[in-house]
């Protein structure tokens, strides 16, 4: 399996020492009964002081930390081994786009806090994608005019959202939540258009439907997992390890090896009769007697 992708044996590596460190962690967790490592590898978060080690809040981070560990791995293992694609520059253009989504996607969670202005600049290299993806779907992407002014309106809109928060003025939530469901529009129409192209797996655009709906399931259910179990509110944000999965896959199909035209049948060896060929019809049987 490893030399099946370019890159299989250092995503192997890299992939395998964070989740040995988060069974370890886990380990730790119920040895000493303090979760605090393990919800700092996993959650990304400080456990509060005083919690202790159950089982659900040492299960439920150990498979959070498995979800980020399989985006890891689809991230770093690179396209299918072989012989590389030539790219056009807007395919060329959109695989890096795709590769810059992905990867800060896995460094949001990271952070404890981002500065405004490093908001806007990760809405807006989203936003890239609205411009990038057209050239490259061609006919595929259906209502493509509709499809960039939702693009538009929704990461545009987001990032002008943050910087009236940053200045001070609190945008309306019909603002929030009308640029938010534009992004969502526009996404539909190009998962759509990823179905009908035929450089992008079934499982690619499953990973990118699952990515629009679980962030909405999960913002339907936190007051309820939060009186549940503070852990499960926590878990919720791995739900962006699926679109991190399908920026990823995106860029990668793009360059996977494509498939070579079967070679032409050789041609008859022996040699051709010289006599001319007979001009009439072929009888069809013996003639009558």
């Known amino acids: 399996m490893l030399r099946r992708y370019r890159s299989g ?18 380990v730790v967790a119920l040895t000493t009964g303090a979760p605090g490592l393990l919800w700092r590898l ?8 005083g919690i202790t080690a159950t089982s659900p809040n040492v299960l439920v ?26 790219l056009d520059r807007d395919t060329g253009r959109l695989r890096v786009a795709l590769y810059v989504v992905a990867a800060l996607s896995l460094l949001v969670p990271l952070l404890p806090s981002w500065p405004w202005w490093a908001t806007v600049v990760n809405v807006l290299i989203g936003g890239m994608l609205v411009v990038l993806f057209p050239p490259v779907l061609g006919r595929n992407l259906e209502h493509a005019g509709f499809a960039w002014a939702a693009g538009v309106l929704g990461y545009g809109g987001l990032a002008v959202v943050e910087v009236l928060d940053a200045i001070g003025w ?33 499982a690619t655009v499953r990973y990118g439907i699952a990515g629009m709906v679980a962030p909405v399931v999960a913002m339907l259910v936190n007051g309820m997992l939060a009186s549940v179990e503070e ?11 699926l679109m ?36 009439g019809p072929l009888p069809s049987g013996p003639p009558a007697p």
């Open 9 to 26: 044996i250092p995503a192997l590596l890299v992939t395998g020492v964070y989740a040995v460190g988060v069974v370890v962690a886990g």
């Open 42 to 49: 996993t959650l990304f978060v400080e456990a509060d002081d």
């Open 61 to 86: 981070p150990v498979l959070t930390g498995m979800a980020w560990a399989w985006a890891l791995w689809v991230s770093l293992r690179g396209p299918l081994a072989g012989p590389r694609p030539e």
């Open 170 to 202: 609190s945008a309306p939530d019909w603002l929030s939540l009308t640029c938010a469901l534009a992004a969502w529009v526009w996404m539909v129409l190009v998962l759509r258009a990823q179905r009908w192209d035929g450089r992008w797996r079934r």
């Open 231 to 241: 852990v499960l509110l926590y878990a919720t944000g791995a739900t962006g390890a």
């Open 244 to 279: 991190v999965i399908w920026a990823a896959r995106s860029g990668h199909e793009l360059a996977d090896p494509r498939p070579q035209p079967a070679p032409p049948e050789p041609l008859p060896s022996g040699p051709l009769p010289s006599g001319p060929l007979p001009s």
